[in-house]
């Protein structure tokens, strides 16, 4: 990544190798005197709905190295699972088989059916990966997001590597059909990926969106600003905004023809530079008007909506990486960056805060899009499209191995539930302290809750190195807040309601704690509230009666 330039970096290969060793613990903290927060929750004031499918993860199999994702995605009790990321653009849901573009070696192959550890006597069933990924989220009590492709090309064959005169069209890959469509009971022909069959299918199998067991919403590809970089065997030159947009359009077509209860979400945008202007498309002069990429897709699909009599688009999907010119944060396990780590959250949700990376050059404070980004989305959601909801499907604060990526992690959560945010899924298996952060939200309490579904205003006074996130419940008087203390020196913090309460459970990490584990003690009541003392980088989980 070239640090010193706001042109962004591509985006990251996710099959070549797994996490390095991990490194355990946060930071020691410094010889110094405990900082003091004080807290107020307006219990008696406005609640605002936390959705539940914020607390999801991506199915990515084995793909880092260790236990398979789903079995993690049950021990973190996510809510949601996405079947997504580079391999779906050009996976063939009628063998079965993916190229990996530039992820590995441009090949064909059977890379998501080795990762989610699917027999070889099993590979020739059609929609084998999706039918098994849902069939998994359902055990769980979790809801799928499946992508499906609009490229134009899927693989296919497994037969490895393919070289620049075997790009598509070629007998290495058969094109995308997405008008017409055979049905589901009609012989599949393998020369082509009709994919308003294969949804059909699954319809039959499954039932609708609005079944018990239907398949609730799926994905328009994935990041196709950067499909000439990421897929040069399958798009051989810089899509187009028309030419996406012409795609995105059919494809939501079909979807709401086959499955209308089905939620449609796109343009699963990868970045900054992608949301601003697909990626400096050719034709962007073209829709420069509209501000950006990002409202020129809404608007478009207003329009086609509005025409149409039903609506097309129901989430802006993006994906966020955080960046820092000190180092990458990608599952980082560096101490050194922890404190990037630990900042990065910032720049969803609070204005004024202005990372140090090349993103503050693409985004600026206050643009549309812009920094802080969920309240730039929610605007041009809003304006362009109103009711179109908000989806972060693809995120990543650091690794699994230190406390300070759980603590990050931990903080984006919360900040999701405050804002409109319809789904999420982080990018990588929730192993360690990633784990930690979901099941501070998703472990029940000794007052037998989880965090709840109201999210409730809170006020701190103190420096930004300690956040709070607080919510009560439909069915439960109580109150439950979430305190992170991301600086390293302990801290005091006093908490007061607007109606006197009672401490009934704690639970949290932190670096002397092998996971999220009961607590007991540091915790004394004073006039009007509580005093509660935390140890430098900590999160804890308070229940209040």
Known sequence: MNTGSPVPPTRRAVLAGGFAAGLAGALPARAQSEGRWTLRVADGGRQRPIHPLIYGSNEIGTMDGGAPSAELDRAAGVTARRLGGNLMTTYNWVNNAANSGKDYHQANGSFLLDVLGLPKSEWSRPALLIETMHETSLAMGAQSLVTVPLAGYVAADFDGPVGPEESAPSPRFVPVRWEGGRSASDPIDPTVADIPQCLARLVERFGGADSERGIPAYALDNEPGLWAETHPRVVTSKPTIRALLEKSLTAARA????????????????????????HDAPDWDHYRAHGSFLAAYLDAFRRASEQDGIRLLDALDVHWYPYSRKGDLFRTEDPALAQALLDAPRSLTEPGFREDSWVTEALPEGG??????????????????????????????????????????????????????????????????????????????????????????????????????????????????????????????????DTPRALAATIGFDGSLPGVTAIDGGAQAIDGGWRLALPARAARRYAFR
Do not use: C
Request: proline content about 6%.
């Open 255 to 278: 979807i709401k023809r086959i499955d209308p209860a089905a939620r449609v979400f796109g343009p699963v945008s990868w970045g900054a530079s992608e949301m601003a202007n697909f």
């Open 368 to 497: 549309e899009p812009g920094l802080p980004l969920l309240p730039s989305l929610e605007a041009i959601a809003a304006e362009n499209f109103p009711g179109t909801q908000i989806a972060v499907t693809e995120f990543n604060y650091g690794g699994a191995g230190q406390v300070a990526s759980g603590l990050a992690l931990a903080d984006v959560l919360g900040r999701f539930g405050r804002h409109d945010i319809v789904f999420a899924s982080h990018w990588g298996s929730l192993d360690g302290r990633l784990g930690d952060a979901y099941r501070l939200y998703r472990d029940k309490d000794a007052t037998g809750r989880r965090f709840g579904d109201r999210s409730l205003d809170v006020a701190i006074t103190g420096s930004p190195g300690l956040v709070a996130y607080a919510a009560t419940a439909a069915d439960w008087p109580g109150v439950h807040v979430v305190v992170i203390n991301k600086s390293d020196q302990p801290a005091r913090l006093d908490i007061g309601f």
